[in-house]
T-cell receptor, first 112, second 116 residues
Framework: GNSVTQMEGPVTLSEEAFLTINCTYT??????LFWYVQYPGEGLQLLLK?????DKGSNKGFEATYRKETTSFHLEKGSVQVSDSAVYFC???????????FGSGTRLQVQP | DADVTQTPRNRITKTGKRIMLECSQT?????MYWYRQDPGLGLRLIYY???????NKGEISDGYSVSRQAQAKFSLSLESAIPNQTALYFC???????????????FGPGTRLTVL
């Protein structure tokens, strides 16, 4: 079946540091890939997505590239801010009925 | 106003009680979902509905039931709550009639349920 594996957190960084959160997936064919973000006390919001191999999704300074050869969709940001502190979820959508499969989430803490 | 709302936002109940969590949406989407979130486990799908007459079990449906009363409303019930159902519950919607949507889902704010 489909699965998503994320690096365990928490990830603690200083403001303006470079961020990478690793995500790899298992699925047949070509799923769509997503990063969702959950701020404290809130529901999940879509951060970015990519729907085919080599696509790059980007939003709010975050980027992720759909790498079919390594089955990965790593999230990156060049300079994090305190306001980026949140839990980040990698997810995939695959199959005709298109349910989402989520990773376990990675908590990011950015210190001033 | 929020597009996807959930009531209640917090609930504490006792083992054996029947509980209903409600979800409403104003987005006009056809598909609705219920997930639970547990620390370290991400979100797991409980039930999903593609329209009023199409309801499907997710990966962890045991102990839960749902009702799609209208396109805009999707309720989750715990017939006899038990402590390991203590979790954060999220409702989500999507509209696969939108070209290129690729099942982007929109989430409600969540309901924190505690079963004592």
């Amino acid at each position: 079946g489909n699965s998503v594996t994320q690096m365990e957190g928490p990830v603690t960084l200083s403001e303006e540091a470079f961020l990478t959160i690793n995500c790899t997936y298992t699925a047949t064919g070509y799923p769509s890939l997503f990063w969702y973000v959950q701020y404290p006390g809130e529901g999940l919001q879509l951060l970015l997505k990519a729907t085919k191999a080599d696509d790059k999704g980007s939003n709010k300074g975050f980027e992720a590239t759909y790498r079919k050869e390594t089955t990965s969709f790593h999230l990156e940001k060049g300079s994090v801010q305190v306001s980026d502190s949140a839990v980040y979820f990698c997810a995939l959508s695959h199959g005709g009925r298109r349910a989402l499969t989520f990773g376990s989430g990675t908590r990011l803490q950015v210190q001033p | 106003d929020a597009d996807v709302t959930q009531t209640p936002r917090n609930r504490i109940t006792k083992t054996g009680k029947r509980i209903m969590l409600e979800c409403s949406q104003t987005k006009g989407h056809d598909r609705m979902y219920w997930y639970r979130q547990d620390p370290g486990l991400g979100l797991r799908l409980i039930y999903y509905s593609f329209d009023v007459k199409d309801i499907n079990k997710g990966e962890i449906s045991d102990g839960y039931s749902v009702s799609r009363q209208a396109q805009a409303k999707f309720s989750l019930s715990l017939e006899s709550a038990i402590p390991n159902q203590t979790a954060l519950y999220f409702c989500a919607t999507s509209d696969t009639r939108l070209a290129g949507a690729h099942n982007e889902q929109f989430f409600g704010p969540g309901t924190r349920l505690t079963v004592l």
